[in-house]
């Protein structure tokens, strides 16, 4: 079993290969086994597979973010809202319409993306930070949908969704939802790997790495714009859909701005433009509010007025973090693997 | 009709408010290139730290208000130093979240020491509400406006005539033309972020007079975003103007869409509007236009 000490590729498809070698081929399966495995030791403890879920569906959330903010280099502060249509879309049709849980995931996910491409028009004309503050406006209306539009969505009260189902099995507890949303992120993450490697895909680097140039060959700018909007709500869509059927009542709380930001941070975290960072990006902001929560009740023993101002401490750190980060590791944990991987791909010999 | 003119002048009121914070906006993006998103926070923690001083120490408003700011333009620059300053030459995303990530530090902070329920400054301003002309304004509302005002003022004198105004002015016109000449870029952008915390700061303290203070003060930094961009990120009547608009939108869909949608139109109504004026103008009303090139 050959470890790769070096770039030998001679084609194309070699460079762009998912599998590069036989190695990662091992090292997937192996992880494979592992995620497989894990809820079956785990049975017991309802909290950390919740915590795993949880994890899971942001990873699928995050990738669509990435798609369309580090792959196509169009911020959104509009995530979080995107996946509350996808959710509530999911949840109206299960709820009212009596459909499969299988088409409404995916017809979800093609209503998330049809309004996301409506909120994507503005792209034609806006770039930069008016953008950002174009899809600050789409978060700010669709949550204002959410809250008002009380036929379909419940209002403030919420809306109450039942469980996935496939074929007669019902997903209803932490254990057996764990493996839907594995089966759903495993997908996600080869669909969006394929994505990224296709004409699109490049188009998309081509707009963000710079879009005159990009048109100048002959990139229809617009139209791909609206593509990448469209594959990311898509993800989003079918993120939300798949936490209306795990969590049960969906609110419009569940789908507020501070959900958008926190995916933009997820992406950030993990690294701009690249699958693994968005994974790695949404494990590790899932878990920093979980390990703040485990940290704090040791401490809450000993000071119990922590207790009160817990919440106030856990977002300073959050936003501590975030900002020791972005000094420290701009290009993100996915730049720091890399930069580990090459350290022991020539170790010892790495000069 | 009374009705009408009452919410008018209350959008007024609120408009001049927020034409303050859009200022600070478009200051530190003028010389930095940076969209502060904790400017909310720091209208926060001036509007609390004024309060405590008058409230627990029992200074006058006066010499708390004064001090208070001071205490303001040291946190802009210590924000500045510390957290802003490695960043520079980081793509525009990083810096953003960056100020993000600074909200929700100074939100966590703020509310470890002043805790979570509203608090209410004693009445500063006589409380007998003034009638002009057969309508009733409360004399709080005059003071805003007036703060406001004289605020505006003074910075659009500040950016003209003064020393550290017009080399602001050069950075943020380029910023390596201006360093040739000689001016010391980091200063600049010292002097920008401490402006800005000021002018939330003055914000903070004008809101918590009115409103009270509590956490959701920091939601005004996300109201503030469509003044700013509908104005034009980097200019500065752009800013008064976008903050005036959007406190009047605010009032007048207050009075004529909640009725309809049985309230909150009042958020929703500034960003579509913004949507609408963006497509028409990408640039904001008086925004300048980049024109680039491959």
Redesign the interface.
């Given at each position: 079993m050959a470890i790769k000490c070096g770039v030998f590729k001679t084609t194309y498809e070699e460079d762009s290969a998912i599998w590069q070698t036989k190695v990662s081929k091992f090292w997937i399966a192996l992880l494979l086994i592992v995620l497989i495995a894990f809820p079956f030791v785990f049975q017991g403890s309802r909290y950390l597979l919740y915590v795993c879920n949880s994890v899971l569906i942001a990873v699928i959330a995050a990738i669509g973010l990435n798609i369309l903010?580090g792959f196509t280099g169009q911020?959104s502060l509009g995530h979080g809202a995107f996946m509350g249509v996808g959710a509530y879309a999911s949840g109206y049709l299960m709820t009212h319409l009596g459909m499969p849980f299988i088409v409404c995931v995916v017809v979800a996910g093609c209503v998330t993306a049809i309004v996301g491409m409506i909120f994507g028009i503005?792209s034609l004309?806006?770039?930069?930070?008016?953008l950002?503050?174009?899809t600050?406006?789409a978060q700010?209306?669709l949550e204002?949908v959410f809250?008002?539009w009380r036929a379909v969505t419940g209002g403030s009260q919420g809306m109450l969704v039942p469980p996935a189902q496939i074929g007669g099995f019902a997903f209803d507890s932490d254990f057996k939802f764990y493996f839907l949303a594995l089966a759903f992120t495993l997908m996600a993450v080869l669909i969006a790997k394929n994505i990224v490697r296709t004409k699109s895909g490049r188009a998309f680097m081509a707009i963000r790495d710079?879009y005159?140039?990009a048109e100048?060959i002959g990139v229809p700018i617009f139209q791909y714009k609206l593509i990448s909007f469209g594959i990311s709500s898509f993800f989003a869509g079918v993120a939300g859909s798949l936490w209306a059927h795990y969590i049960g009542i969906i609110t419009p709380e569940h789908f507020n701005?501070m959900i958008s930001?926190q995916y933009?941070?997820m992406i950030?975290i993990g690294g701009?433009g690249s699958i693994y960072g968005s994974i790695m990006g949404a494990v590790f902001m899932t878990l920093l509010p979980e390990v703040l929560r485990l940290i704090s009740g040791l401490f809450s023993n000993q000071y119990p007025i922590l207790v009160n101002?817990f919440?106030?401490?856990?977002?300073?750190?959050?936003?501590?973090?975030?900002?020791l980060f972005?000094?420290f590791e701009?290009d993100g944990l996915a730049a720091r693997w890399k930069t580990i991987q090459n350290y022991w791909k020539l170790w010892p010999f790495s000069y | 009709m009374e009705s009408i003119i009452q919410s008018l002048i209350s959008g007024i009121v609120v408009g001049s408010i927020y034409a303050l914070i859009a200022l600070g906006f478009v200051l530190i993006y003028k010389s930095t290139a940076v969209?502060n998103f904790a400017q909310g926070e720091l209208l926060m923690f001036g509007a609390y730290l004024c309060l405590t001083l008058v409230v627990v120490l029992k200074i006058p408003f006066w010499i708390a208000f004064v001090s208070t700011l001071i205490a303001a333009a040291l946190v802009g620059l210590l924000l500045e130093r510390l957290?802003l300053r490695?960043?520079i030459g980081?793509p525009?995303?990083?810096i953003?979240?960056?100020t993000?990530?600074?909200?929700?530090?100074?939100?966590?902070?703020i509310?470890?020491i002043w805790?979570?329920e509203t608090l209410v400054y004693p009445s500063i301003f006589p409380t007998e509400p003034l009638n002009i002309g057969g309508i009733v304004v409360s004399q709080v509302y005059l003071y805003s406006v007036f703060f406001a005002v004289i605020c505006l003022i003074l910075f659009n004198v500040f950016f003209r005539f003064s020393r550290s105004g017009i080399a602001m002015r050069a950075v943020a016109n380029d910023q390596q033309a201006a360093q040739s000449m000689g001016i010391s870029i980091k200063k600049i952008f010292a002097i920008a972020w401490a402006i800005a915390a000021v002018v939330a700061g003055v914000g903070g303290i004008l809101i918590g007079n009115i409103n009270g203070v509590n956490a959701s003060l920091g939601s005004f930094g996300?109201k503030v975003?469509?003044a700013v961009?509908l104005g034009g990120?980097d200019s500065i009547p752009g800013a008064i103007l976008g903050g005036f608009i959007i406190g009047i939108l605010e009032a007048l869909s207050g009075i004529y869409l909640d009725p309809v949608?049985?309230g909150?139109?009042k958020?929703?109504v500034p960003?579509?509007v913004?949507?609408v004026v963006?497509?028409i103008r990408?640039?904001?009303l008086f925004g300048t236009e980049?024109i680039?090139?491959?």
């Amino acid at each position: 079993m050959a470890i790769k000490c070096g770039v030998f590729k001679t084609t194309y498809e070699e460079d762009s290969a998912i599998w590069q070698t036989k190695v990662s081929k091992f090292w997937i399966a192996l992880l494979l086994i592992v995620l497989i495995a894990f809820p079956f030791v785990f049975q017991g403890s309802r909290y950390l597979l919740y915590v795993c879920n949880s994890v899971l569906i942001a990873v699928i959330a995050a990738i669509g973010l990435n798609i369309l903010t580090g792959f196509t280099g169009q911020i959104s502060l509009g995530h979080g809202a995107f996946m509350g249509v996808g959710a509530y879309a999911s949840g109206y049709l299960m709820t009212h319409l009596g459909m499969p849980f299988i088409v409404c995931v995916v017809v979800a996910g093609c209503v998330t993306a049809i309004v996301g491409m409506i909120f994507g028009i503005p792209s034609l004309r806006l770039k930069g930070l008016y953008l950002a503050i174009a899809t600050l406006a789409a978060q700010v209306i669709l949550e204002f949908v959410f809250v008002r539009w009380r036929a379909v969505t419940g209002g403030s009260q919420g809306m109450l969704v039942p469980p996935a189902q496939i074929g007669g099995f019902a997903f209803d507890s932490d254990f057996k939802f764990y493996f839907l949303a594995l089966a759903f992120t495993l997908m996600a993450v080869l669909i969006a790997k394929n994505i990224v490697r296709t004409k699109s895909g490049r188009a998309f680097m081509a707009i963000r790495d710079r879009y005159i140039s990009a048109e100048i060959i002959g990139v229809p700018i617009f139209q791909y714009k609206l593509i990448s909007f469209g594959i990311s709500s898509f993800f989003a869509g079918v993120a939300g859909s798949l936490w209306a059927h795990y969590i049960g009542i969906i609110t419009p709380e569940h789908f507020n701005v501070m959900i958008s930001i926190q995916y933009l941070s997820m992406i950030i975290i993990g690294g701009l433009g690249s699958i693994y960072g968005s994974i790695m990006g949404a494990v590790f902001m899932t878990l920093l509010p979980e390990v703040l929560r485990l940290i704090s009740g040791l401490f809450s023993n000993q000071y119990p007025i922590l207790v009160n101002i817990f919440g106030a401490i856990r977002e300073g750190i959050f936003g501590l973090v975030i900002i020791l980060f972005l000094i420290f590791e701009p290009d993100g944990l996915a730049a720091r693997w890399k930069t580990i991987q090459n350290y022991w791909k020539l170790w010892p010999f790495s000069y | 009709m009374e009705s009408i003119i009452q919410s008018l002048i209350s959008g007024i009121v609120v408009g001049s408010i927020y034409a303050l914070i859009a200022l600070g906006f478009v200051l530190i993006y003028k010389s930095t290139a940076v969209i502060n998103f904790a400017q909310g926070e720091l209208l926060m923690f001036g509007a609390y730290l004024c309060l405590t001083l008058v409230v627990v120490l029992k200074i006058p408003f006066w010499i708390a208000f004064v001090s208070t700011l001071i205490a303001a333009a040291l946190v802009g620059l210590l924000l500045e130093r510390l957290f802003l300053r490695p960043m520079i030459g980081e793509p525009a995303i990083s810096i953003i979240m960056l100020t993000i990530g600074l909200a929700s530090f100074l939100k966590g902070i703020i509310h470890v020491i002043w805790g979570s329920e509203t608090l209410v400054y004693p009445s500063i301003f006589p409380t007998e509400p003034l009638n002009i002309g057969g309508i009733v304004v409360s004399q709080v509302y005059l003071y805003s406006v007036f703060f406001a005002v004289i605020c505006l003022i003074l910075f659009n004198v500040f950016f003209r005539f003064s020393r550290s105004g017009i080399a602001m002015r050069a950075v943020a016109n380029d910023q390596q033309a201006a360093q040739s000449m000689g001016i010391s870029i980091k200063k600049i952008f010292a002097i920008a972020w401490a402006i800005a915390a000021v002018v939330a700061g003055v914000g903070g303290i004008l809101i918590g007079n009115i409103n009270g203070v509590n956490a959701s003060l920091g939601s005004f930094g996300l109201k503030v975003f469509p003044a700013v961009i509908l104005g034009g990120l980097d200019s500065i009547p752009g800013a008064i103007l976008g903050g005036f608009i959007i406190g009047i939108l605010e009032a007048l869909s207050g009075i004529y869409l909640d009725p309809v949608f049985e309230g909150g139109s009042k958020e929703v109504v500034p960003f579509i509007v913004l949507v609408v004026v963006l497509m028409i103008r990408p640039y904001g009303l008086f925004g300048t236009e980049e024109i680039e090139k491959v």
